[in-house]
């Protein structure tokens, strides 16, 4: 079935980097736009980078420059590589298609920044 899985997240200080991947199964990510979100405690799920099947990307404001998003279909894996890391960027991460329904959100990876 369709699965999202997505790693990588833990406690860095401000001014680290982490490396997020999203692995994907029960489907072919080379036929979708893919996306990162983040949900943050008490707000509401944001959309932190896309890309799309040609490779377009697109950031969030409070996050271009400092975040990348990739993808290698072959792997069936996305990732995000997130530098300059702030406690503002302290969420649970999600991985997703943008697609109409999403596929079942996955448990996120938590990303905490914090001395």
């Known amino acids: 079935q369709v699965q999202l899985v997505e790693s990588g997240g833990g406690l860095v200080q401000p001014g680290g980097s982490l490396r997020l991947s999203c692995a994907a199964s029960?489907?072919?990510?080379?036929?979708?736009?893919m996306a990162w979100y983040r949900q943050a405690p008490g707000k509401q799920r944001e959309l932190v980078a896309s890309?799309?099947?040609?490779?377009?990307?697109n950031y969030a404001d409070s996050v271009k420059g400092r975040f990348t998003i990739s993808r290698d279909n072959a792997k069936k894996t996305v990732y995000l590589q997130m530098n300059s890391l702030k406690p503002e960027d302290t969420a649970v991460y999600y991985c997703?298609?943008?697609?109409?329904?999403?596929?079942?959100w996955g448990q996120g990876t938590q990303v905490t920044v914090s001395s």
């Open positions: 029960g489907f072919y990510i080379n036929i979708y736009t």
């Open positions: 890309i799309t099947i040609s490779g377009n990307i």
């Open positions: 997703n298609r943008i697609s109409y329904p999403p596929a079942a």
